[in-house]
């Protein structure tokens, strides 16, 4: 319990504060702007980092000094104005400059920065909603505006330096579960390369497969050309009415075409059908694509693959689907492709595709396989699942603890 007296911050979603504490606007301490527009032309190997809101690891490129609009000091923050970061604060440990995609901010005031940037943490939700235009954003008049609860200087210090120890403790648990999960996503690939290319016999006699990402198989086993097996089909629906099936990574989905999310068609009856037990594929982005079987009847874009096995055998469609997609999580099928890998555009030509060449077990073992890849991958999602619900719960913690310390509802 805290042994001071509160007050109504006047603010609603600050609440109380303690009574010696006031309210005050974030552009007491801070000079705000855009970005600059920076095109990719402009981008040099070395200098000074730019920062992007749409870019991995927020690292746009480099600018030499003299190019740069508005410097930014270690200290001083970026926002994501729109994308999926899109309010995400960071405060930069070096010097900086940012595109037009983000919201630069200059801390200018007499205020702890850390303090400040702990604040922009804990009340984020509330200060960064998106302004509901075309293109989802916040502005820099919305961040100006916003208010801030102000303590003295020397709680400001005392916050700072409880939240960074107790903060650093809950970023090492989660760092280290992170790692825990990429070491298990790495065993999962790693098995099921293994079994579907040398099977659950480890006694088996092994030949040379002639196939690079293939190795060794067993003696029994024969390899043969993907068109002995499946068989490409492209049936245009000509009508309405069906499930529209979308490509993800997280397998086939019915896509929500009422919401205008995403891509969208103004005719779905020019896309293809799909029918119970076909493979979709997106073989167009081999870097990001994916490949499911279809449970439902539906349509789906003309531009993906849509395969199935060959009528007169007697094939698990099951095996061929984890063959399929360990392709595209070791990057086999990237390998093959053609086009323009960095705009999302690396392509699995059609002759590539049919002449790629698959091992052949024998049905029984196909079933074998796929009976023992579902239960050991089905206990390592369950894994996955345990682990990034521990993930959320500290960073749900971390968020309230931040939230209640810079609002003074915990004492320092």
């Given amino acids: 319990m805290l042994n001071r007296e509160m007050k109504d911050s006047g603010v609603e979603y600050i609440g109380d504060i303690p009574k010696n504490w006031k309210i005050a606007k974030f552009s007491r301490f801070t000079d705000v702007g855009m970005g600059q527009t920076i095109l990719k032309s402009d981008i040099e190997k070395k200098g000074i980092p730019i920062y992007s809101a749409t870019q991995s690891e927020s690292i746009f490129g480099y600018l030499s000094l003299d190019k740069i609009n508005?410097?930014?000091?270690?200290?001083?923050?970026?926002?994501?104005?729109?994308?999926?970061?899109?309010?995400?604060?960071?405060?930069?440990?070096?010097?900086?400059?940012?595109?037009?995609t983000t919201i630069w901010v200059k801390i200018i005031g007499d205020i702890n920065k850390r303090y400040l940037y702990y604040v922009a943490l804990g009340l984020r939700e509330y200060w960064f909603y998106f302004v509901r235009t075309a293109i989802p954003q916040i502005t820099t008049q919305q961040v100006s505006s916003n208010k801030l609860p102000l303590p003295s200087s020397s709680e400001q210090n005392q916050i700072v330096n409880v939240l960074d120890t107790k903060i650093n403790k809950i970023d090492v648990i989660v760092l280290d579960t992170q790692q825990s999960i990429l070491e298990l996503k790495k065993y999962k690939q790693s098995l099921i390369t293994e079994t579907v290319t040398k099977g659950l016999d480890k006694n088996a006699e092994m030949k040379d497969s002639g196939i690079e990402w293939v190795g060794?198989?067993?003696?029994?086993?024969?390899?043969?050309?993907?068109?002995?097996l499946f068989e490409i089909k492209k049936i245009i629906s000509k009508e309405l009415g069906y499930d529209v099936l979308s490509v993800t990574q997280n397998g086939l989905?019915?896509?929500?075409?009422?919401?205008?999310?995403?891509?969208?068609?103004?005719d779905y009856s020019k896309y293809q059908i799909v029918q119970q037990g076909d493979f979709v594929m997106n073989h167009m982005d081999l870097l990001t694509g994916w490949v499911d079987i279809s449970e439902c009847t539906g349509v789906t874009s003309p531009d993906y693959r849509v395969f199935k096995?060959?009528?007169?055998?007697?094939?698990?469609?099951?095996?061929?689907?984890?063959?399929?997609?360990?392709?595209?999580?070791?990057?086999?099928?990237?390998?093959?492709?053609?086009?323009?890998?960095?705009?999302?555009?690396?392509?699995?030509?059609?002759?590539?595709?049919?002449?790629?060449?698959?091992?052949?077990?024998?049905?029984?073992?196909?079933?074998?396989?796929?009976?023992?890849?579902?239960?050991?991958?089905?206990?390592?999602?369950?894994?996955?699942?345990?682990?990034?619900?521990?993930?959320?719960?500290?960073?749900?913690?971390?968020?309230?603890?931040i939230y209640e310390y810079v609002t003074g509802k915990k004492q320092a």
């Fill in 70 to 100: 508005n410097l930014l000091k270690p200290g001083d923050f970026i926002i994501p104005a729109r994308g999926n970061s899109i309010g995400a604060v960071k405060m930069l440990k070096s010097y900086g400059g940012s595109t037009q």
């Fill in 216 to 228: 060794k198989v067993p003696n029994a086993w024969t390899i043969t050309k993907l068109n002995n």
């Fill in 253 to 266: 989905k019915v896509k929500n075409i009422d919401n205008n999310s995403g891509q969208m068609s103004a």
């Fill in 309 to 401: 096995t060959k009528n007169f055998l007697n094939l698990f469609d099951r095996y061929y689907l984890y063959v399929f997609q360990i392709c595209y999580m070791n990057k086999i099928f990237y390998g093959l492709g053609q086009g323009v890998s960095n705009m999302g555009r690396w392509r699995l030509q059609t002759d590539k595709f049919l002449n790629f060449y698959l091992p052949l077990p024998s049905t029984t073992e196909q079933y074998q396989i796929v009976e023992f890849l579902d239960e050991k991958t089905s206990k390592i999602d369950n894994l996955i699942k345990d682990k990034e619900q521990i993930i959320k719960e500290n960073e749900d913690y971390k968020k309230s603890l």
